[in-house]
């Protein structure tokens, strides 16, 4: 019975465990996506089987991702029950062919991505139910062959990439793709075709088609092949020849991409029908200023307007002046990237095109840019955007863009640029995007940016700035974005924000600075929303300094982590105050040595909060640190040192959808505590030392048997303290079956006690104390001694009596026992013969039994004593236990039978054997009876101890009534009748 009530309660303990938690849920190999719960990233996990990694996704997955593992071979129908993906990666993997039905039942599926493997072949029925895939990917595998059937299901594929395979055979591509009426891209580069000899047509859906970095010397097509390509990219076939064309319909082409072929475009234009206008002419060694010209007047007999003209990589090292003022009229974008341009020559080159909207100069060898004269102004009223990205500018001289007074972006980026004059941006009054990261500028000055009143973006990043001077940006009242990271900023003037009244992001991170305070920024207080610190050598000493961000209301997004060389290591108190709308801090990788309980307390917007990677700093996170943070949805701590999650600290953020705590020393997760997180949906405690203990075995449960949290990769949890071991692995039965033994070895011993203990009072209290004490002295050596001791019988008699009764025993029985004479005993009375220094207990023990007889003498008093019951028990124990006769009662005083009732064990010596009373002075004739008594009790010492010689004697002693009374005495009774 005690057994079935501690499993149920058992049962209702595991019971109430499953109730009050959402547990968490886990995948082997994947991660659901916390923003998109049906994304699932199963990325580096060196797995070979596909099966082990997706067998345990669930059938709502729609975005799947399992590149860069090891899988070699999909088997057949591995991913049926994901019949709800729509996007597939399988890319970096190594699978050697696609088998049949691999994608079984993926009926939805609509991208596939199956590049960066060593496929080589794709069986026949392969792609079979991905009727609804429109992109597949193929990209960098080895195949050699394509089977006409393989597409044959994929019905509404329209995007077919194979770029970078060694296909060789055109015709039998087109074959496999002639039926697909919904394809629009097929991307063919980098294979090993020779020509585009064909025996079907493409799709007349197809309109774009790559067959760039191939072997094509020529196109051996039908003349319609190719009529209704719009894009088509032939560059980088370096045999191509421009006779190739001759009789090809390409007509409906709009972007003709050739470079790096064998074909002239001069030729071409004469010889196709291509639109002049849709051709790239990079890369056709037009790399003169007579080509180009040449070129222009071809054009401009054909077109009278141009939107873009692109010359890229046509080795031109300079172009002269006016070289493109016989092209139409180019009215979008001129490209002369990737040429050898040393000199912008302040455009001269383009005169004449003055509707243009666009130059881009990227990757030449330009050196500067040089004065361009007032004189030229205007003269491209319509250019708004200009590129020099990737050239060698070291300086730009005064008044560099006077020509070009419309610019509303400007790139000068990664460039040498070391010197820009104080007037070289002068007149870029629409500039509202400027590009000078990546530079060696190292001064900027007040005047450098006074005109750029429309300035809205400013990248100034990785220069060699180390001030920024008072009013630099005075005029920039509407810029938006500064970027300033990456510098050498070691301080600010006093006024150097002075003017940004509309600046929203302030990049300073990578710089030098190595403080900052509320002076700064106070101008910036009312608008700006990002601040990144990151990377600076921030430091403070004192716990007391004001907030340098007192006056930042309006920021939203902080980074302060990585500060250097040591990182922040302490942050003073209040340093947060001021920030009540701040939603993202990053405090990450500082070594902050503590956190105080109230550093937060400001953020009360506080949505995002990394702590990451500051393992050599906080180690114990104080309670209450986030107790102002009810909004926080994410929090980052991994690789903090954090030992344990407790309630008390994370406890308040109730909001919080992420927790991501990897690499810290956790042993074990409270409880408590993820009873408060209500809203988390992911947890991540990879790599800590989980203990496998039952102090977790919640924790076990919690992850196997729930569907609210995902624990991020809760199978690679290994155990803290058994090395080698799996968390999932720990067997918590153990925990479970310890409680239930615990519980009914506690209960059924304490019912059984329970049950026991009375009825043993009741029955066996005396024998139970007698053995204690006998069992107790058995083992001491007194025990023995007492045993000799008892042979030689040390006394007469011990007389029992209570302390009361010691006037009589003294006055009247020791003078009449050891009054000497021939009837002289030896007595032992217990406060002149007890042992001093030994226990009670054995002294008694040592008297009943060093004394041939035990007098017990019985009074009122004797029978409310303690000892002296234990005295009459052992002596009584030796009458009935050992038969040895050793009790003599004496009653001193007449004790009523109902009395005498209460102490059964003397009442039934008293009917057993006889007993003496004590006449006192109320008889006829006392000393007579007195006289009488002490005889009796005198005989009764004398006589042997075996019992049946008692009762012998009991039956010769019928001298007096009292002797022979069977009855205990009346209260007014005496002994003796008169
Ligand atoms: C295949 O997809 C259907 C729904 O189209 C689904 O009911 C079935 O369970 C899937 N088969 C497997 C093996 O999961
Ligand atoms: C500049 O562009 C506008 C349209 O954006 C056009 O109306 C105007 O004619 C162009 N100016 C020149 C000089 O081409
Ligand atoms: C910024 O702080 C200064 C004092 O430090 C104060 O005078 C000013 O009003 C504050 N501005 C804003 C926008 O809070």
Not at 183 to 195: A, F, G, P, T
Not at 210 to 216: A, D, E, F, P, T
Request: some cysteine.
């Amino acid at each position: 019975m005690e057994r079935s009530t501690s499993i149920a309660l058992v049962i209702a303990i595991i019971f109430i465990q499953l109730v009050l938690f959402a547990a968490a849920y886990s995948f082997q190999n994947c991660i659901e996506n916390p923003a998109n719960r049906s994304s699932f990233n199963c990325i580096n996990r060196r797995q070979t089987n596909i099966s082990a990694l997706v067998q345990d996704l669930p059938g709502r997955a729609t975005s799947l991702n399992i590149s860069h593992n090891y899988v070699s071979h999909i088997p057949p129908r591995s991913m049926s029950h994901l019949w709800h993906l729509k996007n597939l990666r399988i890319d970096c993997n190594r699978l050697k062919k696609v088998s049949t039905h691999a994608f079984l039942n993926l009926t939805q599926l609509k991208m596939l991505n199956l590049s960066s493997n060593n496929i080589e072949t794709i069986e026949p029925l392969a792609f079979i139910d991905l009727q609804n895939l429109t992109e597949l990917v193929l990209s960098k595998n080895s195949l050699q062959n394509v089977q006409p059937q393989v597409f044959w299901d994929l019905e509404k594929l329209q995007i077919l990439n194979f770029r970078i395979n060694s296909l060789s055979n055109f015709s039998e591509i087109v074959e496999s793709v002639a039926h697909l009426q919904g394809l629009k891209e097929l991307d063919l580069c980098d294979n090993h075709l020779d020509s585009l000899h064909h025996s079907l047509s493409l799709p007349p859906s197809l309109s774009t088609l790559h067959i760039c970095k191939n072997h094509l010397y020529t196109l051996e097509c039908n003349s319609t092949f190719l009529n209704r390509i719009r894009l088509l990219d032939l560059s980088n076939n370096l045999k191509l020849q421009t006779d190739s064309f001759i009789g090809l319909d390409l007509r409906a082409i709009s972007y003709l991409r050739l470079r790096s072929t064998s074909v002239s475009a001069l030729a071409l234009l004469k010889l196709s029908n291509v639109k002049p206008g849709y051709v790239d002419y990079s890369g056709l060694t037009l790399n003169s200023s007579a080509k180009l010209m040449r070129l222009c007047s071809l054009l401009r007999k054909r077109l009278k307007k141009l939107h873009k003209l692109t010359l890229q990589g046509n080795n031109i090292l300079t172009l002269s002046d006016g070289t493109f003022k016989d092209c139409p009229v180019v009215t979008l974008t001129l490209d002369l990237s990737r040429n050898h341009l040393k000199n912008t020559t302040c455009l001269r080159f383009m005169r004449g095109q003055n509707h243009l909207e666009s130059i881009i100069l990227e990757h030449n060898l330009l050196c500067h840019i040089e004065t361009c004269h007032d004189k030229q102004k205007m003269s491209f009223p319509n250019l708004t955007s200009l590129s020099f990205r990737y050239n060698r500018i070291r300086d730009v001289y005064p008044f560099a863009f006077s020509q070009t007074p419309r610019l509303t972006t400007l790139k000068l980026n990664i460039n040498n640029i070391a010197y820009l004059d104080r007037k070289a941006l002068k007149g870029l009054t629409h500039l509202t995007t400027l590009r000078l990261d990546n530079n060696l500028l190292t001064d900027l000055f007040e005047s450098t940016f006074s005109d750029l009143s429309q300035l809205k973006t400013l990248n100034l990043r990785n220069n060699r700035i180390s001030v920024i001077f008072n009013g630099t940006f005075h005029s920039l009242s509407l810029l938006h974005i500064l970027d300033l990271g990456g510098n050498k900023i070691t301080h600010f003037e006093h006024g150097a924000f002075g003017g940004l009244y509309s600046l929203a992001n302030l990049y300073l991170d990578g710089n030098y600075l190595r403080q900052i305070d509320s002076c700064q920024f106070w101008r910036l207080g009312a608008t700006l929303q990002v601040l990144d610190l990151k990377g600076n050598f921030i430091r403070y000493l004192k716990r007391y300094t004001q907030s340098p961000f007192v006056n930042l209301t309006q920021l939203k997004d902080l980074k302060l982590n990585g500060q250097l060389p040591h990182g922040m290591i302490l942050l003073p108190n209040a340093f947060f105050r001021g920030l009540q709308n701040l939603t993202s801090l990053y405090l990450g990788n500082n070594k902050i040595s503590s956190l105080q309980s109230d550093i937060f307390e400001d953020l009360a917007s506080l949505e995002f909060l990394s702590l990451d990677d500051n393992y050599d700093g906080v180690k114990q996170l104080q309670a209450g640190v986030f107790k102002n943070q009810r909004k926080p949805k994410r929090l980052n701590a991994e690789n903090m040192g954090i030992r344990s999650l407790s309630a008390e600290v994370f406890g308040n953020l109730t909001e919080l959808r992420m927790l991501t705590l990897p690499k810290n020393a956790l042993q074990t997760v409270d409880e408590a505590l993820l009873k408060n997180l209500s809203k988390l949906h992911y947890l991540d405690l990879r790599l800590n030392p989980i203990s496998c203990t039952c102090p977790n075995r919640w924790l076990k449960n919690w992850t196997s048997r729930n569907h609210q949290v995902q624990l991020v990769y809760h199978y690679d949890l290994m155990c803290g303290d058994v090395h080698g071991a799996h968390f999932y692995n720990f067997d918590t039965k153990v925990c479970y079956l310890d409680l239930g033994i615990y519980l009914f070895a506690s209960t059924s011993t304490l019912i059984i006690l329970l049950s026991t203990i009375p009825l043993l009072y009741v029955k066996l209290y005396w024998k139970l104390k007698y053995s204690y004490y006998v069992f107790r002295s058995w083992f001491s050596e007194h025990w023995r001694r007492l045993r000799e001791k008892e042979e030689e019988c040390q006394y007469d008699a011990f007389i029992s009596y209570n302390s009361a009764d010691e006037k009589w025993v003294l006055e009247q029985l020791l003078p009449n026992l050891e009054g000497g004479g021939s009837s002289s005993f030896r007595l032992c009375l217990h406060h002149r013969d007890f042992v001093p220094g030994r226990g009670i207990v054995d002294n008694i023990v040592a008297a009943v039994y060093g004394g041939r007889k035990t007098v017990c003498v019985v009074s009122q008093h004797y029978l409310n004593s303690e000892w002296c019951s234990l005295e009459i028990q052992l002596a009584s124990y030796r009458l009935f236990q050992e038969f040895r006769d050793v009790l003599l009662l004496v009653f001193l005083e007449p004790i009523p039978e109902r009395q005498l009732s209460a102490y059964h064990r003397m009442r039934k010596v008293m009917l057993k054997k006889t007993y003496l009373q004590w006449p006192g002075n109320d008889c006829t004739d006392p000393e007579k009876a007195q006289e009488l008594f002490w005889n009796q009790l005198r005989r009764a010492l004398r006589s042997a101890n075996d019992s049946h010689q008692v009762e012998d004697e009991g039956e010769k002693e019928g001298e007096g009534e009292c002797f022979s009374n069977p009855r205990p005495v009346d209260d007014e009774t005496c002994y003796l009748k008169p």
